[in-house]
């Protein structure tokens, strides 16, 4: 079992850049494929991206892509999705997720086990 911790989310104009990190607890981070995904006020949660056990793989939604990026750092159990060039439909609250048993679990929800509690960002017209 791994636990997830959001943060780095926040207040932000349109145009700017956040990074958020979730770290991970446990000794087999390794072996989860993770991702993140958002969810706005009044509509579904969302794929945003997602990178696999190596960090060699990595996917993205067409509405984040040449914006974001995931990373991982196996080494500090810890993924990164760095933010640039927000936009105000960016607003949401960011979910990191690991998938046990896979090498990449890509954009369905169903194929992660884990959630972190999620982080808020908002980008501001």
């Known amino acids: 079992q791994v636990q997830l911790v959001e943060s780095g989310g926040g207040l932000v104009q349109a145009g700017g850049s956040l990074r958020l990190s979730c770290a991970a607890s446990?000794?087999?981070?390794?072996?989860?494929?993770l991702g993140w995904f958002r969810q706005a006020p009044g509509k579904e949660r969302e794929f945003v991206a997602a990178?696999?056990?190596?960090?060699?793989?990595?996917g993205y939604a067409d509405s984040v892509k040449g914006r974001f990026t995931i990373s991982r750092d196996n080494a500090k159990n810890t993924l990164y999705l760095q933010m640039n060039s927000l936009k105000p439909e960016d607003t949401a609250v960011y979910y990191c997720?690991?998938?046990?048993?896979?090498?990449?679990?890509?954009?369905?929800?169903?194929?992660?086990?884990?959630w972190g509690q999620g982080t808020q960002v908002t980008v501001s017209s």
């Open positions: 446990g000794r087999t981070f390794v072996s989860y494929a």
């Open positions: 990178v696999s056990l190596s960090g060699g793989s990595t």
């Open positions: 997720a690991a998938g046990q048993g896979r090498y990449y679990s890509g954009s369905y929800a169903s194929n992660y086990d884990y």
